[in-house]
């Protein structure tokens, strides 16, 4: 039977889609590389370069910076309030809670938080430990970067993806955990192997062309480890039982490689497109120290007497010259007025304050919706991690509720280290927060036992939980805005409402990033001082 006959560009496209399926975005992507399909580049909008403000653009002018209230103390509303600062704008920044920072919080020994249920917690790890409980790690592209250069906050690299770390799908009926090397080696070895049996098959002649499939078994053989016969027998890149070392010890390789079914059946090869994400691909970085080294630097150059803590937001009112913005902090009533706002909160909780800014603004409010997410950390007396499982930094990703638990990227080779127990999200990170910490910890614990065996118990010294939909004042973790933030609906929100403006990583297509938050600040901030030059 004549084979069909299909025009080049949809048959390629459907090929590719079919790879996508099978082995992830990376084997898509590597073999639209070895068709020479992938692009060198690539058309995109270019935001216009941010310019700083400063004190000399009022020089000449006749005009002077104005006073403006920043409501919130998070990264949206320190930044702004920083860039406003530059021109010499008269600053105030409210803020609800009793620190600066917002969602990005890192708890060290001594601090305490009290959750929306009740839950009272005080942290107890070692001197120089830490947990991030909000943002925790940086992508080399993002502003956040930019921002710790010229506030001078030290960075290192923060290990994201960790080739010995572990994958454990136990609702595939894996009993022991494996290494992420492992994994990855077996799955592009049998993608590998079936495609480039495919395609020595004729079964891809309709799809591609016969240079096409030259170049693909090529890439194929290389990309997963295959032998002449295009078979997949395992390598050295699954790791070894003995690791090469001195003259008589060339290494033993890991044996027992499993069927191609097997492989398929175990789920691990949905972990490996993660990090081929453009926000999650290597080299990422952090704040040496934690990640709240970033607000206590913005804070320092805003300067404490700009900044109003527990002072919690309670009416917002545009009067036509200017804005009026009531707050009670320590149990009184109080009032500040200012030439315009940036209104920096988070939008689920702005929703809630009362003002005169319309309906519209009213309505994009309440289309945004609060997520979910939660942490715990999980401090140990040794590093047994490294000393037994040599594991340096990476996640372990399971289909446990725990979800990600964290290697930490820092104190390598010290006497104790915090993992992260849990990174998880949705109905998992609520489902933790309706317990006792006492009992999330216990369950976390348990979870993790199966992965790495009995010290990850033994060995625990004290342990901190935070659920972000939980804690007062921000009552969400990152936020939904369907449709994305040009949305007809949340136009309302990306102009200013009189003379309020709206700032927030929500705002951004980098929602749940500070660099969304730095992005959004900077605009509001620009259109500002627009405002005022025009005035």
Known sequence: MAQPQYRSGTSRRAFLRNVGLTGGAGAMFATMGALGLAPTAQAAQREEPFRALSASDFTLTGRAAARVVVLGGGIAGLATAYELGKAGYDCTI???????????????????????????????????????????????????????????????????????????????????????????????????????????????????????????????????????????????????????????????????????????????????????????????????????????????????????????????????????????????TKVVEADYCVAAMPPNILAKVPHNLGSGVQSALEAVTPSSAAKIGLEYRSRWWELDHRIYGGITETDQDVTHIWHPSYGFHGERGVLIGYYNYDEDADSYARLTPPQRERRAVAAGVKIYGDKYRTELASSFSHHWRQTPHLEAAWHDTPGGPDDARYKPLNQPAGRVWFAGDWLSYADAWQHGAFSSARKAVTALHARVMAA
């Open 94 to 332: 409210l803020e609800a809670r009793d620190r600066t920072g917002g969602r990005n919080f890192t708890v060290r020994g001594g601090d305490s938080t009290t959750d929306l249920y009740g839950n009272t917690q005080t942290a107890r790890f070692a001197e120089g430990h830490y947990m991030n409980a909000g943002p925790a790690r940086i992508p080399q592209w993002m502003i956040t970067l930019d921002y710790c250069r010229e506030l001078g906050v030290p960075i290192e690299v923060f290990t994201n993806v960790n080739a010995d770390a572990y994958l454990y799908n136990e609702s595939a009926g894996m009993t022991r955990p494996e290494r992420y090397r492992t994994a990855k080696a077996d799955v592009y070895g049998y993608v590998s192997e079936l495609l480039a049996k495919a395609t020595n098959k004729g079964a891809l002649d309709g799809a591609l062309t016969a240079t096409d499939q030259e170049r693909l078994v090529e890439f194929l053989k290389d990309w997963g480890e295959l032998g002449d016969k295009l078979t997949y027998e395992g390598g050295e890149r699954r790791g070894y039982t003995t690791v090469p070392a001195a003259a008589g010890t060339p290494g033993v390789l890991l044996g027992d490689v499993p069927t191609a079914s097997a492989v398929l059946a175990s789920g691990v090869g949905r972990y490996f497109s993660f990090e081929f994400g453009f926000d999650q691909a290597m080299l990422m970085f952090q704040p040496v120290g934690g990640m709240d080294r970033i607000p206590k630097a913005l804070t320092r150059a805003i300067g404490d007497r700009r900044i109003r803590t527990g002072a919690v937001v309670s009416r917002i009112t545009d009067t036509g010259h200017g804005v009026t913005v009531t707050y009670t902090q320590g149990g009184r």
